[in-house]
């Protein structure tokens, strides 16, 4: 059998392969260069770019949990002009596609900003973090469906990039979140962000983190996240979804994707193995060539539920 045809497209966006890098866990690539052949990834999304520069929380950010860890790093960046003058340029050398991630505080901080990487050359999309649990605002936003949607209908107004809008996990009914961004206009949308947690010092009777509560990544949400993503799959099944949370080899890519997802990112993984992406890639393709599949589309969505008849 020849080559595994590891090619995918999200409504406007097209992929090599499905396996992109999650914001937040990635730098700004060039960090994570040495470490990885970043040309050999689908893509990469850059941590989330703020319109001006954020100090982020108080230390400690980070905690290790069962399974996972909790992160409250607050959004620390040095803002979209920042950006745009300093790693833009080398993001367009990277030789794979670069989704750029953007919050805003509000709505209308969200629109400047698009239509400031609007016209941007060398981005083959957005993803907008309307998830990030750990600032004030931002979570709000991802929370209420009719907000979703006007906030990324406007975004859709001023920015001719596929939009894909980062859903939170943390809301009762994540498919009215992801009807709502579809309806908005979104090419498509990530599921998901870290769900709100605790660590505790009982000791000293605090909580460990410094902002008390974080959001909760690792293999730990695997079965959230794949839940999440076959959920909107099923209701939603003309919205491409890239599945995130707790994927750290080509096993977990493969459930993602025969849940319905049609691009997968790796997170947390990358900070224990940092070469967790790239050698998913490899696996993948060894993987579908096992099984005697010819192209990673054919396999997308495929999953039947026990309770259909056989
Ligand atoms: C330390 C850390 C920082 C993160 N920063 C961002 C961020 O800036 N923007 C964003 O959209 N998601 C951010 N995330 C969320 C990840 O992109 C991802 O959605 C989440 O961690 C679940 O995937 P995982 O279990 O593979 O890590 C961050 C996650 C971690 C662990």
Not at 90 to 98: E, F, H, I, S
Request: hydrophobic fraction near 45%; proline fraction near 5%; aromatic fraction near 4%.
């Amino acid at each position: 059998m020849g080559e595994v045809d590891l090619h995918v497209t999200l409504g406007r966006l097209e992929l090599k392969n499905p396996v992109l890098a999650a914001s937040g866990t990635f730098g700004y690539v060039r960090e994570m260069a040495q470490f990885v052949a970043v040309e050999r990834l689908g893509g990469v999304i850059p941590k989330t770019v703020t319109f001006r520069p954020r100090a982020g929380n108080p230390t400690p950010r980070t905690v290790e949990t069962a399974s996972g860890m909790l992160n409250a790093i607050g959004l620390d960046n040095d803002g979209i002009d920042h950006f745009r003058a300093h790693h833009l340029p080398y993001l367009r050398t990277v030789g794979t596609a670069v989704i750029a991630n953007i919050a805003g505080e509000d709505v209308d901080q969200f629109v400047t900003m698009a239509a400031m990487l609007s016209d941007e050359p060398g981005l083959a999309a957005l993803e907008l973090n309307i998830s990030c649990p750990n600032v004030s605002h931002g979570l709000d936003l991802g929370t209420d469906a009719a907000v979703v949607e006007r906030l990324v209908r406007r975004v859709r107004a001023v920015c001719t990039l596929p939009l894909i809008a980062k859903l939170t996990p943390n809301v009762t009914d994540v498919v009215a979140i992801a009807r709502a961004a579809a309806d908005g206009g979104a090419d498509a949308v990530s599921l998901i962000n870290t769900l709100r947690g605790l660590a505790v010092d009982w000791r000293r009777g605090r909580p460990i983190l410094a902002y008390d509560y974080g959001g909760l990544s690792g293999p730990a949400i695997k079965p959230i996240a794949l839940r999440m993503v076959w959920e909107t799959a099923r209701a939603l099944p003309g919205l491409p979804i890239i599945g995130v949370g707790g994927i750290a080899t080509a096993d977990d890519a493969l459930e993602f994707l025969v849940a319905g997802a049609s691009a997968v990112q790796v997170g947390t993984a990358s900070f224990y193995d940092p070469s967790a992406s790239e050698t998913m890639v490899d696996q993948l393709a060894l993987r579908l060539a096992a099984q005697g599949t010819a192209s990673v589309r054919s396999i997308i969505g495929t999953l039947r539920s026990n309770r259909e008849p056989v």
